[in-house]
């Protein structure tokens, strides 16, 4: 883990002048105190790599500074400036926690060897941290992929094939159906473990500030850039980086990931130079990414860049065999995690459960389970559990000579929505338009066979319109 921001206290002006102005050459973020005082005060109110102190300092000595700073942030490394080169000195500063002490006067070339100690100690400490959390996440990953299924036997069969390698991976499924898990399972199982997963959202964040998030920025490159700021690549290095929701990321912005996949190597934003970076790139999209292609809303190149192994992860009303054991799983894992007493379905909860559609995938069924153990009393869950669940489904598989064609859209839009906390701006206009629009020219096309001219006129639209229509939404047309 490199160092970043470093906090310089002296009472010697000189001293201090002379330490950002060689430690800020360097690429370091540094802050100044005059006395030990005003840098506790700045140890609680900001996040330091190292601290460098003189000893002799009015008001509060260095020593005592030590003392403190590491109650209020334990993993702060201190190193300690003394013009003493007593062993009285010394000993006191090891023995209450200082990481070094540099004797002054010294030529600056001690404290950047000083410096390159500290970073390759906190190298090594991050290191064990994050393969004893990513023994720990690899555990509850693979604990939490739940399913046996013949789509999801495929599935652990190709993590098992790609996970020893550095290929590309593409992870495809509609919203819901655990695409982050199987990134975290890749990363997991291949040679990458003990190294950063860094996941991100470019669905999420804005678009003009998914670049800094992804590339990192100098200082002063925009309005509000007061230090140099890592990005997600650069954390991830000699990791993997989990890119989700790909579809939704800027055609400008797919261009600088196509270069980082094809050079090894990014530009922060405000920065000349080109860094190299070793990551592995996961992508997922709950998106028809060929359709995008096609509407050149995203990137042809990039898109067999990404697609190297393709994953496809099946809705979950497809694979209904796996919802009695997921159903299993969540009431224990919520029951653990609430600490209430362990509850069962009843035979007709499952069979509602079992039946339903399920279209929020495997997060609405844990969303489901995890409110009825929270709202029911009792140890067996009903279908009254559930929520007017069964009435939905009652309504959505009622025979269609029972309902009206709006009546039926109605229902399947509320049952799509259910386990949604609320609607905000987004394309739903578009996607339930383009959802009523396929079959319906479909159906058309197919009562005429094919001919255009006729389907045009029965759903009485200009021919272009429909030939347009039919090339944007990428229907199929049947060869004689």
Same mark, same amino acid.
């Given at each position: 883990?490199?160092?970043?921001?470093?906090?310089?206290?002296?009472?010697?002006?000189?001293?201090?002048?002379?330490?950002?102005?060689?430690?800020?050459?360097?690429?370091?973020?540094?802050?100044?105190?005059?006395?030990?005082?005003?840098?506790?005060?700045?140890?609680?109110?900001?996040?330091?790599?190292?601290?460098?102190?003189?000893?002799?300092?009015?008001?509060?000595?260095?020593?005592?500074?030590?003392?403190?700073?590491?109650?209020?942030?334990?993993?702060?490394?201190?190193?300690?400036?003394?013009?003493?080169?007593?062993?009285?000195?010394?000993?006191?500063?090891?023995?209450?926690?200082?990481?070094?002490?540099?004797?002054?006067?010294?030529?600056?070339?001690?404290?950047?060897?000083?410096?390159?100690?500290?970073?390759?100690?906190?190298?090594?400490?991050?290191?064990?941290?994050?393969?004893?959390?990513?023994?720990?996440?690899?555990?509850?990953?693979?604990?939490?992929?739940?399913?046996?299924?013949?789509?999801?036997?495929?599935?652990?069969?190709?993590?098992?094939?790609?996970?020893?390698?550095?290929?590309?991976?593409?992870?495809?499924?509609?919203?819901?159906?655990?695409?982050?898990?199987?990134?975290?399972?890749?990363?997991?199982?291949?040679?990458?473990?003990?190294?950063?997963?860094?996941?991100?959202?470019?669905?999420?964040?804005?678009?003009?500030?998914?670049?800094?998030?992804?590339?990192?920025?100098?200082?002063?490159?925009?309005?509000?850039?007061?230090? $140099?700021?890592?990005?997600?690549?650069?954390?991830?290095?000699?990791?993997?980086?989990?890119?989700?929701?790909?579809?939704?990321?800027?055609?400008?912005?797919?261009?600088?990931?196509?270069?980082?996949?094809?050079?090894?190597?990014?530009?922060?934003?405000?920065?000349?130079?080109?860094?190299?970076?070793?990551?592995?790139?996961?992508?997922?999209?709950?998106?028809?990414?060929?359709?995008?292609?096609?509407? $050149?809303?995203?990137?042809?190149?990039?898109?067999?860049?990404?697609?190297?192994?393709?994953?496809?992860?099946?809705?979950?009303?497809?694979?209904?065999?796996?919802?009695?054991?997921?159903?299993?799983?969540?009431?224990?894992?919520?029951?653990?995690?609430?600490?209430?007493?362990?509850?069962?379905?009843?035979?007709?909860?499952?069979?509602?459960?079992?039946?339903?559609?399920?279209?929020?995938?495997? $997060?609405?069924?844990?969303?489901?389970?995890?409110?009825?153990?929270?709202?029911?009393?009792?140890?067996?869950?009903?279908?009254?559990?559930?929520?007017?669940?069964?009435?939905?489904?009652?309504?959505?598989?009622?025979?269609?000579?029972?309902?009206?064609?709006?009546?039926?859209?109605?229902?399947?839009?509320?049952?799509?929505?259910?386990?949604?906390?609320?609607?905000?701006?987004?394309?739903?206009?578009?996607?339930?338009?383009?959802?009523?629009?396929?079959?319906?020219?479909?159906?058309?096309?197919?009562?005429?066979?094919?001919?255009?001219?006729?389907?045009?006129?029965?759903?009485?639209?200009? $021919?272009?319109?429909?030939?347009?229509?039919?090339?944007?939404?990428?229907?199929?047309?049947?060869?004689?």
């Amino acid at each position: 883990m490199a160092l970043h921001r470093i906090l310089v206290a002296d009472d010697e002006e000189s001293m201090r002048w002379v330490l950002s102005k060689a430690l800020r050459k360097k690429g370091y973020s540094v802050d100044l105190a005059a006395d030990g005082n005003e840098a506790l005060r700045q140890v609680r109110e900001q996040s330091y790599d190292l601290a460098i102190v003189d000893i002799k300092m009015p008001g509060m000595s260095g020593l005592d500074f030590l003392d403190k700073a590491r109650e209020v942030r334990s993993d702060l490394l201190v190193v300690v400036m003394t013009a003493e080169a007593s062993m009285k000195n010394a000993v006191e500063a090891m023995k209450r926690g200082a990481y070094d002490y540099i004797t002054k006067p010294f030529d600056l070339e001690v404290v950047d060897a000083i410096i390159e100690k500290v970073s390759r100690a906190r190298d090594v400490s991050s290191q064990v941290s994050l393969l004893k959390q990513e023994l720990k996440d690899r555990y509850q990953v693979e604990k939490n992929i739940v399913g046996n299924s013949p789509a999801m036997r495929e599935v652990y069969k190709t993590i098992g094939k790609v996970a020893v390698s550095d290929v590309t991976v593409l992870i495809q499924g509609e919203s819901g159906t655990g695409k982050e898990l199987i990134a975290r399972a890749i990363h997991f199982n291949s040679s990458r473990l003990g190294k950063p997963f860094v996941a991100i959202n470019c669905a999420a964040i804005p678009k003009d500030l998914l670049e800094s998030e992804l590339f990192g920025s100098e200082r002063g490159a925009f309005t509000g850039a007061t230090e $140099r700021k890592t990005g997600k690549f650069e954390q991830a290095n000699h990791g993997t980086i989990f890119l989700d929701e790909i579809g939704d990321m800027p055609l400008d912005l797919q261009a600088k990931i196509l270069r980082v996949l094809q050079e090894q190597e990014i530009t922060r934003i405000g920065g000349s130079q080109n860094l190299q970076v070793d990551v592995r790139v996961v992508a997922a999209t709950n998106q028809e990414l060929l359709e995008k292609v096609r509407n $050149r809303e995203f990137r042809e190149d990039l898109f067999y860049r990404l697609n190297v192994v393709p994953i496809h992860l099946v809705p979950l009303r497809e694979r209904r065999e796996d919802i009695r054991p997921l159903v299993d799983y969540f009431l224990a894992r919520a029951s653990a995690e609430l600490e209430t007493q362990p509850k069962q379905c009843s035979d007709e909860a499952m069979e509602l459960l079992c039946n339903h559609s399920w279209p929020g995938n495997v $997060r609405e069924l844990e969303n489901t389970i995890k409110r009825a153990v929270i709202l029911s009393n009792d140890p067996l869950l009903t279908p009254s559990d559930f929520g007017g669940l069964f009435d939905r489904q009652q309504t959505i598989h009622a025979a269609p000579e029972e309902q009206s064609l709006e009546a039926i859209v109605e229902a399947k839009l509320r049952s799509s929505m259910n386990g949604i906390e609320k609607l905000d701006k987004g394309d739903i206009y578009d996607r339930v338009l383009e959802q009523v629009e396929r079959p319906l020219i479909r159906f058309t096309l197919e009562k005429t066979r094919g001919n255009q001219v006729r389907a045009a006129d029965i759903l009485g639209i200009n $021919r272009n319109t429909l030939r347009k229509k039919i090339n944007d939404l990428g229907i199929q047309l049947k060869k004689d």
